[in-house]
T-cell receptor, first 113, second 115 residues
C-alpha cells in the first residue's frame, strides 16, 4: 500500500519531442505528489508538485496530469531538450512537513539531439 | 530560497572508523530532516526521520546504533556512520522541510567510500 510504481524504467526521446513518465499509487491517504529531477552525483531537485484537488498543473514545459479515481499521475515534458536528460522520480506523501516521501523507482530519461 | 547544504561532499575512510556527515538548511528553519541512502541506479531509500530536539525515527532494517542521527538545532542535522564497513559505501542524501510546508528540499549528497 505504501508503494509508488513508476514506468518506464528508461526512456529515449528525440529533441523537441514529448517525454511522458507514469506513476501509480495505492494509498488513498496520499495527498501530495511531487516530482524530482536528479543529475548524476547530485541530490534530487523538486521539479513540480500537485495536490489532488486539481487534475493538472503546468509550470513552463513541465505538466503533471493527475487522475484521482485511477490513482495515477504522470509527468509530461514538452519540447524536450538535451539538458532535460536526467533521472526523474515521482513520489507521494501526506501533505505535511513531517511526512515521509515514498519514491518511485525512477526513470532515466535521455534526450537525443 | 530553500537551500540545503551537506558537508563533506565526498569522504573516503578506512574500515572500522566513524564518519560524520552534516546537513544544514541555509535559509529556512528545518523542523523535520530526513536521511536517505542511494545505491547506483536505484531510488532513494529513507533511513530515518528526525525532528529538532527529539530522537530520530528509523525505518525498518536500519541499525540505529550504526547510523547515529542528531538534529540539535533547526538548521543542523548530523549523520554519523559508526564502525564503517565497505558495504556502507553509498551516496547519502539529506532533505529538510519547513513547518507547515510539505515540500522537501534535498542536499547535494555525500559520497562515502569505505576502504
Amino acid at each position: 500500500q505504501q508503494q509508488v510504481k513508476q514506468s518506464p524504467q528508461s526512456l529515449i526521446v528525440q529533441k523537441g519531442g514529448i517525454s511522458i513518465i507514469n506513476c501509480a499509487y495505492e494509498n488513498t491517504a496520499f495527498d501530495y505528489f511531487p516530482w524530482y529531477q536528479q543529475f548524476p552525483g547530485k541530490g534530487p531537485a523538486l521539479l513540480i508538485a500537485i495536490r489532488p484537488d486539481v487534475s493538472e498543473k503546468k509550470e513552463g514545459r513541465f505538466t503533471i496530469s493527475f487522475n484521482k479515481s485511477a490513482k495515477q499521475f504522470s509527468l509530461h515534458i514538452m519540447d524536450s531538450q538535451p539538458g532535460d536528460s536526467a533521472t526523474y522520480f515521482c513520489a507521494a506523501s501526506r501533505d505535511s512537513s513531517a511526512s515521509k516521501i515514498i519514491f518511485g523507482s525512477g526513470t532515466r530519461l535521455s534526450i537525443r539531439p | 530560497g530553500a537551500v540545503v547544504s551537506q558537508h563533506p561532499s565526498w569522504v573516503i575512510c578506512k574500515s572500522g572508523t566513524s564518519v560524520k556527515i552534516e546537513c544544514r538548511s541555509l535559509d529556512f528553519q528545518a523542523t523535520t530532516m530526513f536521511w536517505y541512502r542511494q545505491f547506483p541506479k536505484q531510488s532513494l531509500m529513507l533511513m530515518a526521520t528526525s525532528n529538532e530536539g527529539s530522537k530520530a525515527t528509523y525505518e525498518q532494517g536500519v541499525e540505529k546504533d550504526k547510523f547515529l542521527i542528531n538534529h540539535a538545532s533547526l538548521t543542523l542535522s548530523t549523520l554519523t556512520v559508526t564502525s564503517a564497513h565497505p558495504e556502507d559505501s553509498s551516496f547519502y542524501i539529506c532533505s529538510a522541510s519547513d513547518r507547515g510546508r510539505s515540500e522537501q528540499y534535498f542536499g547535494p549528497g555525500t559520497r562515502l567510500t569505505v576502504t
